[in-house]
């Protein structure tokens, strides 16, 4: 029997009689974390002064190696930000574009991180080229030429999700980077969802920049972000706030930008060892087999196709919702049923606007088990009246 389940439940502060289906928008720290992340705050507060000057800056490089041995990344191309949002801001604000400028997204992109393009855009009169990604995916070739017809000379910068958010369809990178590179486009990846599902390797994936997050997938406390940067990329990149460190070079920089609680990203390491010590490969057999035995469930059982087929996925999948589910296809109706869910049904799921119809999100976590989507497959069947 594995031990991963229902029984892991206890680990985490998730309320009880909640389907709780939805790990990908927020994550989710398990009570060792928050402990964790408690007992610096308590350090904090017994001598702020002291622990400020004195302490924080080598805790907080030691935090930083921490993760990056995880990332098989060098410690000193890694900085902890609030969250992905913040990462790419940090890229988007930092570097300079001109009018004809081109900025590539995809239909897929994240709804905050196509909003940071359109301030850029809005300021710098560069322009955001999104081609339409189809839904369900059928193959990775599809994406990519995409990607290569929407690519041009004017392009700057690439922006491509390692994990889309709608679908939950892993991207091919190595070829997007390379594709990027070919036409000397710079390459910032959106890696939000990636890191905890996916093995990483930051460097090897070609990319100037990663924003990730260790709140999601890396079981960290809330406000736990970080930004990759290739050596020769890190020249030009500021915080969003500028800070005492000024011109020190970019850990310096993104190490203080200000009076903050940093217990999250001092904590971060513990989220690590929570998931080491359950079994990197294990957990990730786990959620991945269990995402997709759920979601290959409720489809068959709506007649609803999925988002893309089960090897380009993590740990979340998307089904497209049975018609008497099917509203207007705008995030606002998107919302009002997945807020239903919650409040009426106590289901913790995303739903999603995607290809003209609501789809819904699902997540599997290691305290996720089969019986926890069969709610919400009933549901879909019931027809109202
Ligand atoms: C692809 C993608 N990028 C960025 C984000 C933003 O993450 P955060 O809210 O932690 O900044 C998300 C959140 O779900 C996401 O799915």
């Known amino acids: 029997m594995s031990g991963f389940g229902r029984r892991l439940r206890r680990e985490f502060l998730l309320e009880p009689g909640v389907d709780f289906i939805n790990h990908g928008s927020f994550g989710a720290p398990p009570l060792s974390v928050l402990a964790a992340a408690e007992r610096w705050r308590s350090q904090m507060e017994a001598n702020p002064d002291g622990f400020l000057r004195d302490v924080l800056p080598e805790a907080l490089r030691s935090a930083v190696a921490e993760l990056a041995r995880f990332l098989q990344a060098d410690p000193a191309d890694l900085v902890f930000v609030e969250n992905a949002t913040a990462a790419a801001n940090v890229v988007l604000r930092s570097l300079e574009f001109k009018p004809g400028d081109e900025i590539l997204l995809n239909s897929q992109s994240y709804g905050a991180v196509r909003q940071a393009v359109r301030f850029v855009c809005d300021r710098t009169g560069a322009k955001s080229v999104e081609p339409h990604v189809r839904v369900p995916v059928r193959d990775a070739a599809e994406l990519l030429a995409e990607l290569a017809g929407a690519l041009s000379r004017r392009t700057r910068l690439l922006i491509v999700d390692h994990i889309s958010s709608p679908s939950g369809v892993i ?22 969802h990636a890191p905890g599902q996916l093995e990483l390797d930051l460097p090897a994936l070609g990319a100037d920049w990663y924003a990730g997050n260790c709140h999601k997938w890396l079981f960290a406390a809330r406000g736990c972000g970080f930004l990759w940067s290739a050596r020769d990329a890190q020249a030009h990149l500021h915080p969003l ?63 609803e196709p999925l988002g893309g087929p089960p090897a380009f996925h993590g740990f979340m999948m998307a089904i497209r919702l049975p018609p008497h589910w099917q509203g207007a296809p705008t995030r606002e109706s998107a919302a009002q049923l997945q807020s239903w869910l919650m409040r009426e049904q106590r289901i913790a799921v995303a739903i999603m606007p995607m290809e003209g119809a609501l789809w819904a999100r699902l997540s599997a976590q290691i305290y996720n088990e089969p019986s926890d989507y069969e709610r919400l497959l009933e549901l879909g069947l019931r027809r109202p009246g």
């Open 241 to 303: 706030a500028i800070s005492h460190a000024y011109g020190r070079g970019f850990a310096a920089e993104f190490d203080w930008t200000g009076t903050r609680d940093f217990s999250a990203w001092l904590a971060a390491g513990a989220g690590i060892r929570f998931l080491t010590e359950l079994g990197v490969q294990a957990a990730r057999r786990y959620c991945h087999g269990l995402a997709v035995a759920a979601a290959e469930r409720i489809a068959r059982a709506w007649g």
């Open 171 to 192: 991207w091919p990178l190595a070829e997007a980077v390379a594709l990027a590179r070919s036409h000397g486009a710079r390459v910032l990846v959106d890696g939000a």
